[in-house]
């Protein structure tokens, strides 16, 4: 099993739909957790870090249920410009053991 | 604006061949990493470093060693390139573990 799973999509969503991520991890000593956004031939780059009691940046939340391990990403009115590729990242102990997913692919069309 | 650099964004290495992958970081960074990101297996971490010739073992170490010899750059060494190995390469550089600063990668192709 891998340590960090997600549904690699493609997810194709119409511009302004609301579309969610699910991302599971299999270690329950997991410290802290991000979501990475990487455009097509690009480096991956933070989107948000994902902390306990769920944060919002703009039309992007994200959420963490430790009870389930697993971590959420939801985008409102989505734009063209979302279009990406979403890592979920995990930090087993607060150090430099950082584990990516393999991300989730998501195309907003017009 | 910060940056993180990487010698070649596109290399093209015989089997058998010596490879040498640089990566610069202008941040001060203490800790830089080197990953291989393939299709459908994510980032995986071949080797990391915290500090000046300090350098520790990743997922997948078997077949490269890295050098680091100045603070803001971190060489990772394919011994002998296998097609194994072709990849794309992502640097990255991280004052503390909670983001990490990515160079553009170097796309390996070993023929």
């Known amino acids: 099993r891998k340590e960090v799973e997600q549904d690699p999509g493609p997810f194709n969503v119409p511009e302004g739909a609301t579309v969610a991520f699910n991302c599971t991890y299999s270690?329950?000593?997991?410290?802290?957790f991000f979501w990475y956004r990487q455009d097509c031939r690009k480096e991956p780059k933070l989107l948000m870090s994902?902390?306990?009691s769920g944060n919002e940046d703009g039309r992007f939340t994200a959420q963490l249920n430790r009870a389930s391990q697993y971590i959420s990403l939801l985008i409102r009115d989505s734009k063209l410009s979302d279009s990406a590729t979403y890592l979920c990242?995990?930090?087993?102990?607060?150090?430099?053991?950082?584990?990516f997913g393999a991300g989730t692919r998501l195309t907003v069309k017009p | 604006d910060v940056k993180v650099t990487q010698s070649s964004r596109y290399l093209v290495k015989r089997t058998g061949e010596k490879v040498f992958l640089e990566c610069v970081q202008d941040?001060?960074?203490?800790?830089m990493f080197w990953y291989r990101q393939d299709p459908g297996l994510g980032l995986r971490l071949i080797y990391f470093?915290?500090?000046?010739?300090?350098?520790e073992k990743g997922d997948i170490p078997e077949g490269y060693s890295v050098s680091r010899e100045k603070k803001e750059r971190f060489s990772l060494i394919l011994e002998s390139a296998s097609t194994n190995q072709t990849s794309m390469y992502l640097c990255?550089?991280?004052?503390?573990?909670?983001?990490?600063?990515f160079g553009p990668g170097t796309r390996l192709t070993v023929t």
């Open positions: 990255a550089s991280s004052a503390l573990p909670r983001e990490q600063y």
């Open positions: 270690n329950s000593a997991s410290q802290s």
């Open positions: 994902v902390y306990s």
């Open positions: 990242v995990v930090n087993l102990y607060n150090n430099n053991d950082m584990r």
């Open positions: 941040m001060d960074h203490e800790n």
């Open positions: 470093s915290y500090d000046v010739k300090m350098k």
